[in-house]
């Protein structure tokens, strides 16, 4: 038996499949990694655009720096990862979906149980009054080059992205142990699982008595823990569709 059928029987074969994916399911879709070469957080000036104090002294760059990034639906589109996991969302395969990526693709290419534990900038607040807008809201602006503001109060919004200096989203984080716990396997995607407290989800379930399977370019820490390893995204993704996707991807 091949690995990659035997990961089909895996994924089929689990009572609870959730998925953790990480910067590299995002760049299949033309998007950097942040902390690889040449990704946003490789140079110290770059790591100024999540930086919160930086947002509240100069909103504007931050939404200059990530306008294309974050706002332009025209450019950037979901991977084959990101269509095949919601196809198998919708089968019943994959029952929910642990990102540490904030670019909203698993969300566009239609998943609908997606715990974004960095945030993401699906909803806006107000930083003075604390009211709420969504992406849709505030695209117009940050498109024309402004820098988007409170209908109540005028005061400036910010995504609801975690910003170096801010806690993680607590609910967001606590769904994500509850998934992470109640998975008998656990599909580890484009992370090298470095960035903690997210990388610590995946022991909470092997602790629980799960498995783990990894799909990573490079090395991991929990390498010698996983019952499968596999190298390409693309290739397993492409098999995937293939095999367990009886209808086309998005």
Same mark, same amino acid.
């Given at each position: ?9 895996? $994924? ?14 995002? /760049? ?5 990694? @942040? ?8 140079? #110290? ?9 930086? @947002? ?7 939404? /200059? ?28 395969? =994959?029952?929910?979906?642990? /990102?540490?990526?904030? *670019? $909203? ?9 997606v ?18 807008? /969504?992406?849709?809201? =505030? ?8 820098v ?15 910003? @170096?200096?801010?806690?993680? #989203? ?6 994500a ?17 470095? =960035? ?5 989800? #995946? ?28 190298? *390409? ?14 209808? #086309?991807?998005?």
């Open positions: 038996m091949s690995r990659l059928v035997e990961l089909g029987e895996h $994924m089929i074969g689990s009572s609870y499949l959730t998925v953790f994916t990480g910067a590299g399911v995002s /760049t299949l879709s033309g998007l950097p990694d @942040f902390r690889g070469a040449g990704g946003l957080y490789s140079s #110290p000036e770059s790591q100024r655009i999540f930086d919160y104090e930086v @947002f509240l002294q100069q909103p504007e760059y931050f939404y /200059t720096q990530v306008r294309e990034l974050l706002y332009s639906e025209q450019d950037i589109r979901p991977s084959i990862v990101h269509t095949v996991l919601a196809e198998l969302e919708d089968m019943g395969i =994959v029952r929910s979906i642990i /990102t540490q990526n904030i *670019d $909203m693709l698993h969300e566009r290419a239609g998943s609908r149980h715990c974004a534990i960095h945030g993401s900038a699906l909803q806006h607040h107000c930083i003075s009054c604390g009211a709420q807008q /969504t992406i849709d809201e =505030v695209r117009p602006a940050v498109l024309r080059g402004q988007p503001t409170c209908r109540r109060c005028s005061g400036v919004m910010k995504p609801d992205i975690t910003f @170096f200096g801010e806690a993680l #989203p607590v609910e967001a984080f606590e769904a142990i509850r998934e992470s716990s109640r998975s008998d396997c656990m599909l580890i995607l484009g992370s090298s699982l470095l =960035v903690q407290p997210a990388a610590s989800l #995946p022991l909470e379930t092997l602790r629980r008595g799960g498995e783990i399977i990894i799909v990573n370019r490079g090395p991991t820490p929990l390498d010698d823990l996983a019952t499968l390893r596999f190298e *390409d995204l693309r290739e397993v993704f492409s098999h995937l569709q293939g095999v367990l996707c009886v209808r #086309p991807s998005r």
